[in-house]
């Protein structure tokens, strides 16, 4: 008899006070990521595919907060209906998260710089991403919509009022960063700009403005009339 298809799990070589459910049970804030997914996928193997799952996105929890649930189901031993309950376990932590913390009000370009500018300040390449307001323009979330260069023929437009839409968001500013430092907007910046504030008119969510960070510099086509008619 082939006894390798046999080998334990690492859930049965664990007594029961390391075992994820317990732990999650008697003391779940001191758990590790890999613990609490295993708690929440189940199974025998819920220790290896969570440990599969932390793998495919790098370990990166935020890329699998923001993953699709069919991508969820790419990883082997996780079924779409695992992958709907970490969808939204992630989407309720994150909930619970904006509840608690204090939301920063965006009231100049100067506050939307000031909210992203110590990370993409030192990007490699170029992002861009949304700032989603409300109606008292607290900040709802920071989405990246793009990485790459900012040609006007390849950012989608839709992409970007499909997040604000999905948050309810009244208003967005849209950021993105300069690699080289220097963050005089290009004239595709200034078209791109132009057409997100068109967008806007149709769907009712206001661009109030679009903020390019170049290091420590930053500049406003708002305050600058590029873009905004």
Not at 11 to 16: A, D, I, Q, T
Not at 126 to 146: A, F, G, K, P, S
């Amino acid at each position: 008899m082939n006894t390798a298809n046999y080998a334990p799990t690492k859930l049965k070589c664990l007594p029961l006070r390391e075992q994820p459910a317990y732990r999650v049970t008697n003391d779940s804030s001191s758990c590790n990521i890999t613990e609490l997914l295993a708690a929440l996928i189940g199974g025998e193997k819920q220790i290896e595919i969570a440990e599969a799952l932390l793998s495919y996105f790098s370990g990166d929890i935020r890329r699998l907060y923001q993953a699709h649930p069919c991508e969820l189901a790419n990883v082997r031993g996780i079924s779409p209906l695992t992958a709907v309950r970490l969808k939204a376990a992630l989407q309720l932590g994150a909930r619970l998260n904006s509840m608690n913390e204090e939301r920063p009000t965006i009231n100049s370009p100067a506050d939307a710089a000031a909210l992203v500018q110590s990370e993409m300040g030192l990007l490699e390449q170029e992002h861009l991403r949304v700032i989603l307001l409300d109606t008292r323009n607290h900040v709802l979330e920071v989405v990246e919509i793009y990485k790459g260069s900012i040609n006007s023929s390849q950012v989608r437009i839709a992409e970007i009022f499909k997040a604000a839409i999905r948050r309810n968001a009244t208003a967005l500013i849209v950021v993105h960063n300069h690699p080289s430092g220097d963050p005089t907007p290009s004239p595709d910046d200034v078209a791109v700009t132009r057409a997100i504030v068109q967008a806007g008119k149709l769907v009712d969510i206001e661009a109030l403005d679009h903020v390019v960070i170049g290091g420590s510099r930053w500049v406003s086509l708002k305050e600058r009339g590029l873009g905004f008619s």
